[in-house]
């Protein structure tokens, strides 16, 4: 355009999304898993360790901040693919919400049931 020639980049972002030359999406997925951590870290002291919050208002708040950061722009996602990486995160998010180490050894289905949060592969 008006004889400008275009740089051949290998990575860009895009309307907050990673686009590859290799068209992976493992730099996106690793961005998107960086960003929600960060807003999780962010919310710890004023949200996450607050007594008087209740789990159920503690959770619609991970909902509404971090797990949107975390999926934002997966539906170009070849979630299949990743489901395994993003599960781990959010159940990761989950304990982290609730004060639950790993080694107490609480399955998946508990934390399910105890936070009443959204499983994030369901239609």
Known sequence: MNDVSLKVVEKFCYLGS???ASG????????????AASTLGKLRSRVWANQHLSIHVKIRVYVACVLSMLLYGCETW???????????????CLRSILGVSWRDHIPNTTMMERTGAPDIFSP
């Open 18 to 20: 990673n686009v590859t």
């Open 24 to 35: 992976s999406f493992v730099s996106e997925l690793d961005a998107r898993i960086g960003k």
């Open 78 to 92: 070849p979630t299949c693919r990743y489901q395994k990486r993003l599960n781990a995160f959010h159940f990761r």
